[in-house]
């Protein structure tokens, strides 16, 4: 069996399998294309990102118009995706377990600690938020579901991997891109590592400017039934208005209270 030069490169794996859709993996590659886009995209770029032909990009750009999840941006000059899109995002979270359980505890944790709160699940190399109860001081793309970070530099990715075996931890690391968001991200893993068997043995990690200069966020997370972790919780606040002993302090039992109330539902 051949495959054709149209076929994106990430779906080359999957040609010997006889229920593997190469056709819909096209598809599917166009709208994952925009992942990370900050504008619309031309032709020509969505045929780069996705290894196709101009003339396959094209005709599955066509279909997805036609189906609404596409449309021509504002200036005529590529595209961007539309409305259907975020009716799926809705569809997920609203058939998503976790986030249903987590929701209203979520909430509740919200009015007690008056800073931000969000849920993000587990991704392996990234945490993607599913919830996001902003305080007062974010930027308009910090507040997005579905924006994500990478595991190995954020509160909540560090928690997580205190709950994963050693031979994973150092998959994760090894395989992760470790970018510099700020003058204090961590990149060496061997001091990531001592972040996370920090975290190992409070049962939370406390992050100081590792995504954001100026905060602090506390991570706590949330396993599944047989241990695994699959989200966290983050708290995050100002450094400019809390120690961050203090804030561990405050906020540390708080979060692994909500995390309890989680697994317990």
């Known amino acids: 069996m051949t495959v054709s030069d149209d076929q994106p490169v990430s779906a080359r794996p999957q040609a010997e399998d006889a229920l593997f859709v190469r056709s819909l993996a096209r598809g599917m590659s166009v709208l994952e294309a925009f992942q990370g886009a900050d504008r619309a995209l031309t032709l020509t770029q969505i ?14 750009v066509h279909t997805f118009r036609k189906l609404g999840y596409l449309t021509l941006a504002e200036d005529g000059r590529g595209f961007r995706l539309d409305l259907p899109v975020l009716d799926l995002t809705h569809d997920y979270l609203r058939m998503n377990p976790l986030v249903r359980r987590a929701s209203p505890i979520l909430l509740e944790l919200r009015r007690n600690v008056r800073e ?25 793309f910090a507040t997005l579901v579905g924006n994500s970070v990478p595991t190995a530099c954020t509160s909540g990715g560090w928690a997580v991997m205190a709950l ?42 406390l992050a100081l400017e590792q995504i954001l200069m100026g905060e602090v966020a506390l991570g706590v997370a949330i396993p599944d039934a047989a241990g695994r972790p699959v989200a966290a919780i983050h708290i995050a606040a100002s450094l400019s208005e809390w120690d961050p002993e203090e804030f561990r302090r405050r906020m540390a039992p708080l979060a692994a209270e909500a995390v309890r109330s989680i697994v317990s539902g």
């Open 116 to 140: 931000r709160i969000d849920l993000s699940l587990f991704d392996g190399p990234r945490m993607v938020y599913a919830a996001r109860m902003q305080s007062k001081r974010e930027s308009f």
């Open 47 to 60: 045929a780069a990102r996705t290894g196709l032909t101009r003339s396959a990009a094209q005709r599955l």
């Open 164 to 205: 994963l075996l050693e031979p994973e931890v150092a998959a994760l690391l090894e395989g992760a891109r470790h970018p510099q968001l700020t003058p204090r991200t961590l990149t060496d893993p061997a001091a990531i590592r001592d972040q996370i068997a920090q975290a190992r043995r409070n049962g939370h990690a």
